[in-house]
């Protein structure tokens, strides 16, 4: 008899598969017949499978097998969306992508991206995220992350912020709290910063974040009034009130920064029912307002105002409510450090190993020299071998195109 056990996959019976969860957002199904050849087994409990009359190390590496075949059919479970699990035996690496991984642009704010998917749609989403999304996502394994962060960190060798910029909603990975601690524990480290749109954080969550000394939560609101808040968030669904209330527990618990996106034709009159809301609180935290702006694969569901109009709003709310609403980079604590050496450069022609299907459809991620390599209009096949043009190398976000 074998128990193979397992944290981050939750497993439930249903009809004749066995759905299999992993880091809670993400699922594939594997057919009960398959399980079956294995040997017979039985559910003992959600992270726990049975098998009788096999050996441990056989359940092992039947189960392993079984469980990569169909990893190839994971999908996001809120969009049902396509997902890629990047783990350590993916031949994957971490840098290379925008969308996932680690993104390091030669500064003291080191980026990690953890997965895609948001249980949003904002109007303004810059990346075009969020429950309308057709994208492929990517959903990464905890400790692969942290021994590749490491390793950067000893190339790095000097003290940074990591930044959780998720392409999504990063408290939508179901070992994020983990992660963190983790991060805390890494002395290089002075400061960890997370975005979120607030909407799956608690209370007793954020009393275990707040553990988390070096944590800073930035955080959104975009609107006081419910109805506008919701058009913005671009679902119904969305409850302005659970943000507001996190927003003030979180403010007198660790650092917060509040960053409204001034969105024109949607929230222009919100903007000051913001401030006012913020000035009420016990604890005031930082309000970061920005600018809306177009992006090429952004929802840009409205007109961009010019920085001259933006800046010149910021000057008359700051006099107007005595508040601080100008930020820049010296607030941000942003340093110059060590170039990461490029493996290739824009021009060259490289080889490249075809490991996963992209973030938009018809593009491919390809493998060289460590890094990931986004090639568009590419057809996925597994393990092909291609030649590429190098077409973008800065900050080794690497793409490429088929020669
Ligand atoms: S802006 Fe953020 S919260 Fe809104 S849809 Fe995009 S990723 Fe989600």
């Known amino acids: 008899m074998a128990q193979l056990h397992f944290v981050t996959l939750t497993f439930q019976q249903k009809e004749d598969h066995l759905v299999v969860s992993l880091l809670t957002q993400f699922q594939t199904k594997i057919p009960l017949s398959e399980l079956n050849q294995i040997a017979p087994f039985q559910l003992i409990d959600p992270h726990t499978l049975e098998f009788q009359k096999i050996s441990q190390d056989k359940a092992d590496i039947k189960f392993s097998h079984l469980f990569n075949k169909y990893l190839d059919s994971l999908a996001t479970k809120i969009t049902g969306n396509k997902a890629t699990y990047i ?66 960190l000893d190339f790095v060798n000097e003290p940074v912020e990591i930044h959780i910029g998720v392409q999504g909603e990063p408290f939508l990975y179901g070992d994020m709290e983990q992660l963190i601690a983790d991060i805390q524990a890494l002395p290089q480290v002075h400061t960890i910063s997370i975005d979120t749109n607030g909407t799956l954080l608690n209370k007793e969550k954020i009393d275990r974040l707040a553990k988390n000394t070096k944590l800073q939560l930035n955080l959104s609101l975009d609107a006081i009034d419910e109805k506008i808040a919701k058009v913005v968030a671009g679902t119904n669904a969305y409850n302005i009130n659970h943000v507001k209330d996190i927003i003030a527990y979180a403010s007198e618990r660790m650092p917060v920064i509040v960053a409204p996106v001034f969105t024109h034709g949607y929230n222009d009159a919100e903007m000051e029912n913001i401030i006012q809301w913020i000035k009420t609180l016990k604890v005031q935290p930082i309000l970061g307002i920005q600018n809306f702006l177009h992006y090429k694969t952004g929802r840009n569901a409205a007109k961009e105002i010019s920085w001259e109009e933006f800046y010149a709003k910021l000057d008359t709310w700051q006099s107007k409510y005595n508040i601080k609403l100008r930020l820049d980079k010296n607030d941000f604590h942003i340093k110059k450090t060590k170039d990461l050496p490029k493996p290739f450069h824009c021009g060259d022609i490289i080889t490249a190993t075809i490991k996963a299907v992209d973030r938009f459809p018809g593009s491919v991620l390809a493998v060289a020299e460590n890094r990931n390599i986004s090639v568009p209009n590419c057809e996925y096949k597994k393990d092909k071998r291609i030649k590429i043009k190098i077409t973008r190398d800065k900050h080794n976000i690497f793409v490429g195109s088929l020669v």
Do not use: M, W
């Open 87 to 152: 783990h350590s035996n993916s031949g994957i690496p971490l840098i290379g992508n925008v969308a996932f991984g680690i993104v390091y642009r030669n500064s003291s704010i080191i980026e990690i991206k953890t997965n895609n998917a948001c249980n949003l749609d904002c109007v303004y989403c810059s990346i075009g995220e969020g429950l309308s999304s057709k994208k492929n996502d990517f959903v990464i394994e905890k400790d692969y992350l942290v021994q590749e962060l490491q390793k950067l």
